[in-house]
Every structure is written in structure tokens, then in C-alpha cells.
């Protein structure tokens, strides 16, 4: 008997609609409105904004949008704003969401590496001090 979840039925809905699948896990107690994505499997080419994203979870919650900005940089993490896909929620189309994403996933526009280089910095001068 096939369980209910089949990550080879999502890799090949993704392929088909040109979106890059990302496994990851509602946050239960924000009602699907934060996504906690895992480190594993890293996508092959790292994710720029507004690439088309397909959100799955082991409990068959799913979710398309596209990566609409970035909201917060953490030390290993993005926090970053999904916003639906309309064409895939017609006439009923969900609210925004946000995705806990590791920073090697995206590749982060040239303003943020500056600034991401900058965090960093400060925050290991910090800790020597």
C-alpha cells in the first residue's frame, strides 16, 4: 500500500509547472502562515526572488507562490515572504506566507550580500570581544 505522501508525485508536479520543490513544515501554531524549510535536499541552483516556489509537507500541506522578498537575515537563515501563486488558487487564493529558509538556498541580491557581510562581521568581532 502507498502512503498518502509521495515526494516523486510533487518532484514531478514541480517539473511540470516549472516551480523548484522545496520540503519543509508549517509552523502548526501560525496556521500554515510560516514554513519552517529544511536544510536537506539543498535545490541544485540556488533560488533568486520571484522564483516560483512549491511548498510540500510530510502531512500533504502544500503551497504555490513565489519568493516575493526577503523580510529578515538571521546567522544561517532568510526569512523570507512567499506570496501565492494566483493561477493555482483560483477563485480562493490564500494568504501570504513566510518560509525559514538556510541562507546557501537563495542567492541574495548584491545589497544584501553587503549587508549580510557586514552582520556577520559585527557579530564575530562581538563575540572575540
Not at 25 to 45: K, N
Not at 85 to 96: K, R
Amino acid at each position: 500500500m502507498e502512503s498518502a505522501f509521495s515526494l516523486e508525485h510533487f518532484s514531478a508536479i514541480a517539473a511540470d509547472l516549472n516551480y523548484v520543490l522545496l520540503f519543509g513544515q508549517p509552523l502548526p501554531e501560525l496556521l500554515c502562515t510560516v514554513w519552517y524549510i529544511s536544510s536537506q535536499p539543498a535545490p541544485s541552483v540556488p533560488l533568486v526572488l520571484g522564483q516560483h516556489v512549491l511548498l510540500v509537507s510530510p502531512a500533504s500541506c502544500t503551497y504555490f507562490g513565489h519568493l516575493k522578498s526577503i523580510v529578515r537575515l538571521e546567522n544561517s537563515y532568510l526569512d523570507v515572504s512567499v506570496s501565492p501563486e494566483s493561477s493555482e488558487y483560483d477563485p480562493f487564493i490564500p494568504e501570504s506566507c513566510h518560509i525559514h529558509l538556510p541562507l546557501s538556498f537563495i542567492l541574495l541580491p548584491w545589497t544584501c550580500q553587503i549587508c549580510y557581510s557586514h552582520f556577520t562581521s559585527l557579530l564575530s568581532r562581538n563575540k572575540h570581544e
